[in-house]
Every structure is written in structure tokens, then in C-alpha cells.
């Protein structure tokens, strides 16, 4: 669930528990690790690994997410659409071995979302294009990619409108019980 230096947090059948690191081993979010009683650990095979190159000019990568089936590419209609960053994050999800999908939010506040869905189509071949306006809660155009049993990442800049996607997708909170709500 989370990753940090010296402990990694992670979901049991028991319940959460916090995992000592192991030097030699980069774990990252989406990992699964087979866990003994005593707390030792084994990193269990991938099946995608999206990762990026370090940001200080070492030839070493940095994992992001491991076992993802689809990645959304999410990128605001509010401003200018950012072609560039897009490509950039469509070959990292083509290269982990997830499928791509690219959101285009905000739909509500574009002139012709259309045109920017045509305008982008040459610079995303082979992924889908999907037009969202998730504050008005619309994000049907996801469902098939947020099926049961499919594990989703959303990459994209700040402000383009992944919490909102998450939050759609998710649905309405339940209250939990025993909890109350502050006046």
C-alpha cells in the first residue's frame, strides 16, 4: 500500500502490517509479497511495472506501480491540452505492459471537445480517448476500463482532474459508523 525507505506498509488477510525493507529489493505500490508469520517477506512475480526514469540524470529507474492493467493518462480540456507530457506518459504505460487510456476531463469547460479528441487522436495511436466531465459526475465512458478485479493508476499533471475521476469512479462515501460529523 505505501513505500518507504526503511518499511513498506502493506494488506494482509490479517489486516495492514509495516514490513522492514530489504536493501536489494525495490518494492513499489501494487507489489504483491508473500508474507511468513515471522515477518519475512518474497516479492512475488510482475505482471506490469510502470517506472520512470530518475529525475537527477542517473541511468537508474524509478518504479512507480507494479500489477496495473490500465493506465489513464488524465489531462485537462480547461487549459491547453499538454500533447507533449501525454506522449511522454502513454510510452511509460506502453512499456510496463498496462493499457493505456487517455481521460480528457473537464469537458464542461471546453468549446469543442470533439476537436481537441480529434486534434490528440495522432499523437495517442492505439490508445482510446475518453471525454469526461467527472465534476457533473460523468464517467461512464470509464466503466469498461474500471471493471471489477482491474487494478487502475491515474497519471497526469496537478489540476487535471484525477482526484475528481477517483472520487466519480468510486461513488458516494458511506459514513462509517460510530464516527460523527463535526458541526
Keep these: 500500500m505505501r513505500v518507504d525507505r ?36 518474497a516479492l512475488l512475480p510482475r505482471t506490469s511495472l510502470l517506472v520512470r526514469g530518475a529525475s537527477s540524470g542517473v541511468s537508474r529507474t524509478q518504479p512507480l ?16 491540452i499538454p500533447v507533449r507530457r ?6 511509460l504505460a506502453w512499456e510496463s505492459g498496462a493499457a493505456p487510456v487517455v481521460v480528457l476531463t473537464k469537458a464542461d469547460l471546453h468549446a469543442d471537445p470533439e476537436a481537441a479528441v480529434r486534434d490528440l487522436e495522432p499523437h495517442a495511436p492505439g490508445a482510446p480517448l475518453v ?17 471489477p478485479g482491474t487494478t487502475l493508476v491515474l497519471l497526469g499533471a496537478s489540476g487535471a482532474g484525477k482526484s475528481t475521476v477517483v472520487n466519480a469512479l468510486a461513488g458516494p462515501c458511506r459514513r462509517r459508523r460510530g464516527r460523527r460529523r463535526r458541526p
Design 6 to 41: 526503511s518499511a513498506y506498509d502493506v494488506l494482509t488477510e490479517d489486516g495492514p502490517a509495516r514490513l522492514p525493507a530489504l536493501p536489494a529489493c525495490e518494492v513499489t505500490v501494487g507489489d504483491w509479497l508473500a508474507v511468513t508469520d515471522d515477518g519475512g517477506w
Design 65 to 80: 506501480a507494479a500489477n496495473v492493467d490500465v493506465v489513464l493518462v488524465v489531462a485537462s480540456l480547461s487549459v491547453p
Design 131 to 147: 471525454v469526461t466531465s467527472a465534476a457533473d459526475g460523468d464517467v461512464a465512458a470509464l466503466a469498461p476500463y474500471a471493471r
Design 86 to 91: 501525454i506522449e511522454r506518459l502513454l510510452t
